[in-house]
């Protein structure tokens, strides 16, 4: 079963970027329309526009705080797993930072490539992501 939702996920992340690029590089003005629209949607906070960087803010503070109260359940269960919880989300949170990382590169790489476009830089993350999940199928399998 997990390995079927794994094959879609994989399969539908890699499509859905493929197509991107395809809008990119064929449909200029398609492009360009998705991207005003991409741009135009802002999310309010009582009644002012949130920034980019409240929202940053936002995610990681949630982030810890998942952190945190999951470690603080796992020591309050089983004191001796805490140490190997907090290893784990150690280990995720670099896996995560290295993941974000790489992204904000590909991203910028598609936008050199897409002539200043979001659209083919979104694309072309989209489809390494899909792609790295069909080929780590092929070598845990």
Same mark, same amino acid.
Do not use: C, H
């Given at each position: ?6 094959? =879609? +996920? ?8 493929? !197509?991107l690029i395809t809008i990119e590089?064929?449909?200029?003005? !398609?492009?360009?329309?998705l991207k005003i629209f991409l *741009?135009?949607?802002q999310f309010r906070l009582v009644?002012?526009? &949130?920034?980019?960087?409240? =929202?940053? =803010? +936002? ?7 998942? =952190? +945190? ?7 309050? !269960? ?9 290893? &784990? ?8 930072? @290295? $993941?974000?990382? #790489? @992204?904000? $590169?590909?991203? /910028?790489?598609?936008? *050199? !490539?897409? /002539?200043?476009? +979001? ?9 390494? %992501?899909?792609?790295? %999940?069909?080929?780590?199928? #092929?070598?845990?399998?």
């Open positions: 079963m997990a390995n079927n939702v794994i094959n =879609w +996920v994989g399969f539908t992340i890699q499509v859905i970027g493929l !197509l590089l064929y449909l200029p003005a !398609l492009s360009e329309r *741009e135009s949607i009644g002012t526009t &949130a920034t980019k960087q409240y =929202w940053n =803010w +936002v995610a990681i503070g949630a982030y810890i705080s998942i =952190w +945190v109260v999951s470690v603080a359940i796992v020591s309050i !269960l089983d004191p001796a797993m805490s140490i190997v919880a907090n290893v &784990a989300f150690t280990i995720f949170t670099m896996f995560l930072g @290295s $993941v974000i990382f #790489m @992204s904000k $590169v590909f991203v /910028r790489l598609g936008i *050199e !490539l897409g /002539r200043g476009n +979001v659209i083919g830089g979104v694309g072309l993350v989209l489809a390494l %992501i899909g792609f790295t %999940i069909e080929i780590s199928k #092929m070598v845990i399998a």
